[in-house]
């Protein structure tokens, strides 16, 4: 069955760095496009940012352009989220999303919480 692992969350300081890692299991990860989504406290759940299968195509919410990086390692199976520049803004349970034969399958989500 298709299982979404993220990790690399935690508490970080205005102006910091985070990098999330999901790991994928239960279907072949080189084939599909992977997304990262986050959802703050209140609020509905936002799409970050999405790759291709071949990471040849990259798209980013214009809230994070320019900060965050999505990267993909096929042969790991994992999916990235390079976050740089932190806001607090930012702070979210971040997930990791594939759509996999017509259906939706997401993480558990990881914590990021940006505070001073």
């Known amino acids: 069955q298709v299982q979404l692992v993220e990790s690399g969350g935690g508490l970080v300081q205005p102006g910091g760095s985070l990098r999330l890692s999901c790991d994928a299991s239960?279907?072949?990860?080189?084939?599909?496009?992977m997304r990262w989504y986050r959802q703050a406290p209140g609020k509905e759940r936002e799409l970050v940012a999405t790759?291709?299968?071949?990471?040849?195509?990259?798209n980013y919410a214009d809230s994070v352009k320019g900060r965050f990086t999505i990267s993909r390692d096929n042969a790991k199976n994992t999916v990235y989220l390079q976050m740089n520049s932190l806001k607090l803004e930012d702070t979210a349970v971040y997930y990791c999303?594939?759509?996999?034969?017509?259906?939706?399958?997401w993480g558990q989500g990881t914590q990021v919480t940006v505070s001073s």
């Open positions: 239960g279907f072949s990860f080189s084939r599909y496009a």
């Open positions: 999303y594939v759509r996999y034969y017509l259906s939706d399958y």
């Open positions: 790759i291709t299968s071949d990471g040849g195509s990259i």
